[in-house]
């Protein structure tokens, strides 16, 4: 089992930025890959971004050219910057291990 602890997120402005962070436990991160989902209030959960063991990333339609996710295999974290937010974007934000396993999820609010 792959344990995952997200962090970064926040209340942030229309067309602001934040960053959310991932830390994996596991000795094999850099075979995995990672990806970001997200759930807002009375919706399903849905793929934001994910990126393979050696760096091909894909994205969902609405938030390319504004998020961009990375990875760092030595440090075993995984990255979602997010740029340009709107309230859509607000919802519980998880990180996802292709073994099956999430973080608990971190909270992403776009509000003035």
């Known amino acids: 089992q792959v344990q995952l602890v997200e962090s970064g997120g926040g209340l942030v402005q229309p067309g602001g930025s934040l960053r959310l962070s991932c830390a994996a436990s596991?000795?094999?991160?850099?075979?995995?890959?990672m990806g970001w989902y997200r759930q807002a209030p009375g919706k399903q959960r849905e793929l934001v971004a994910a990126?393979?063991?050696?760096?091909?990333?894909n994205y969902a339609d609405s938030v390319k050219g504004r998020f961009t996710i990375s990875r760092d295999n030595a440090k075993k974290m995984v990255y979602l910057e997010m740029n340009s937010l709107k309230p859509e974007d607000t919802a519980v934000y998880y990180c996802?291990?292709?073994?099956?396993?999430w973080g608990q999820g971190t909270q992403v609010t776009v509000s003035s």
């Open positions: 996802h291990c292709y073994t099956g396993d």
């Open positions: 596991t000795r094999l991160f850099n075979m995995y890959r």
């Open positions: 990126i393979t063991s050696v760096g091909i990333t």
